[in-house]
């Protein structure tokens, strides 16, 4: 009955964290190739005219469509809240709104068995309050479907190692085929789990049973199989057409960023307090779970053209180490059993659930998403037959002011060069041209180039309170043969 009443309180705290403005924010790029992928898939939406590179590509052979047939069952998900929902920026959104909220009761009901309520506890909270966590809820992507069935995998393993159950690991297998019908990358997860087993196996020195081996020898031939002769072929030639990609350095400080740096401070805490009981088969499994998951970010960068978003799927571990410290000191605070020392140790716990105050306040104010959707209807509000817009988001664009025609979809390579061709095209009226930029703003020479050539029409963004920042801005270049020229000072020319 208590763990009842403490999942209801849990679901009812995070539905409203992962409900609340669930709609304000506009849709970023991933966001939109999402609703038209998984649109393509079930045979919606044809593959768009400008994928097909004047015919030269056929529809089934773009990333549009091999995407989906990789992640059917996450698409599958989406499509559901399509249908049910809608696909506004409120609708799109709910299945991972859902995902995110009732992941965080399972987690604290599988969790519970393992570390003991307090344990739970504080690795749920740690996930509630986390903002990564309340994003990847909020966007209409499929990474946090992939969570989901990710956090119960590692959970279940966990159980596999605490009992040797066969049954346990029947149940680990349906969820992992879960976790990669959602995404294919996370067949590295399924490894390292297994490599974390057979790890827990020999530290305790005793042969598992038979069954337990026969199961998970199953679904890791079933997966093999998947992977070969349906991922394989889809991912041929995959890194060839991307334009974009991290480095190992980049990965190793956007996990940090993304963990939080206090959280990342007490994720290695957490490593030290498990090596001290390095021989319990469970501490080794968590071990060698997270060693798995440190490994592999930094070298994915260097085998495929890596989206910064992959490393969310690669920290259920490290957080499980986070709240294995956590719980540690809050026993240690409240051993002599006074009311005092629970109200110290109650304060150290609340104290490491608000370490990312800041970026969750922060998320609330933006989203973590440039606002396309303000920017964008400022352009359609002073458009003039003759103009031209252009920018590196014109799939937003599509999406918020589909009468405002031509749109031209801008490179981040050669930008300047282009633009200058733009603007000197013959038959060319105004430009528009609408860029976001994050904390380091834009690059210094696309800025000079347009002090030089365009009036400053727009800011679009919130102040925060941690590090990021998110705008987007609109510049106008006006021709002196326009009858509207006036030149004038431009203040992004500074």
Request: net charge positive; aromatic share 14%.
């Amino acid at each position: 009955m208590r763990n009842l009443v403490v999942v209801l309180l849990i679901l009812v705290v995070a539905g409203t964290m992962r409900f609340a403005k669930l709609g304000t924010w506009s849709f970023d790029g991933d966001e939109l190739f999402t609703t038209l992928e998984t649109n393509i898939f079930f045979g919606r939406t044809p593959v768009p005219e400008q994928y097909l590179k004047g015919g030269t590509v056929k529809p089934e052979d773009t990333q549009l469509a091999r995407l989906p047939r990789m992640l059917p069952l996450a698409n599958a998900t989406q499509r559901l809240g399509y249908r049910l929902f809608g696909e506004d920026e409120f609708g799109a959104r709910i299945m991972p709104a859902v995902f995110g909220t009732l992941g965080l009761g399972l987690v604290y009901l599988l969790s519970a068995p393992l570390f003991g309520t307090p344990g739970a506890l504080t690795l749920t909270f740690l996930m509630m309050f986390w903002p990564a966590h309340v994003f990847f809820s909020q966007q209409n992507r499929f990474y946090m479907e992939t969570f989901f069935f990710e956090s119960i995998v590692f959970l279940l393993a966990a159980y596999v190692v605490k009992r040797r159950s066969v049954v346990s690991a029947l149940f680990l297998g349906v969820a992992a085929t879960g976790m990669i019908l959602c995404h294919t990358l996370t067949g590295l997860v399924w490894g390292i789990v297994l490599t974390g087993i057979v790890v827990s196996w020999i530290t305790e020195r005793r042969f598992p049973p038979v069954g337990l081996v026969a199961a998970l020898l199953g679904f890791s031939f079933l997966f093999v199989g998947f992977v070969i002769f349906h991922i394989v072929p889809l991912t041929k030639g995959w890194n060839e057409v991307a334009h974009w990609g991290y480095s190992p350095l980049h990965t190793v400080l956007a996990t940090v960023n993304m963990l939080g740096v206090p959280v990342a401070l007490l994720v290695g805490l957490g490593g030290l307090f498990v090596l001290l009981d390095i021989k319990n088969p469970g501490n080794a499994f968590w071990t060698i779970a997270t060693v798995g998951c440190v490994v592999c970010l930094p070298i994915l960068p260097k085998l495929i053209v890596f989206n910064p978003m992959y490393i969310f799927l690669f920290t259920f571990p490290l957080l499980v180490l986070a709240a294995r410290f956590v719980e540690h000191v809050f026993q240690r605070l409240r051993g002599s059993g006074t009311m005092g020392a629970f109200v110290i140790a109650s304060a150290w716990f609340l104290f490491v659930c608000g370490l990312n105050f800041p970026s969750l306040a922060s998320y609330y104010l933006d989203g973590s998403r440039c606002d396309h959707r303000e920017a964008f209807h400022y352009v359609q509000e002073h458009w003039r037959k003759g103009d031209r817009l252009t920018g590196t988001m014109m799939g937003a664009a599509e999406w918020y002011i589909p009468n405002c025609v031509p749109r031209i979809p801008l490179r981040t390579e050669r930008t300047e060069e282009k633009l200058q061709e733009l603007i000197e095209s013959e038959n060319g009226g105004r430009l528009w041209i609408v860029v976001p930029s994050h904390r380091g703003g834009l690059d210094l020479d696309l800025r000079r180039w347009l002090g030089r050539n365009t009036s400053y029409e727009l800011r679009v963004g919130k102040k925060r309170f941690d590090y990021e920042e998110n705008t987007v801005e609109v510049f106008l270049h006006t021709p002196k043969t326009d009858p509207c020229f006036e030149p004038s000072p431009n203040p992004s020319a500074r």
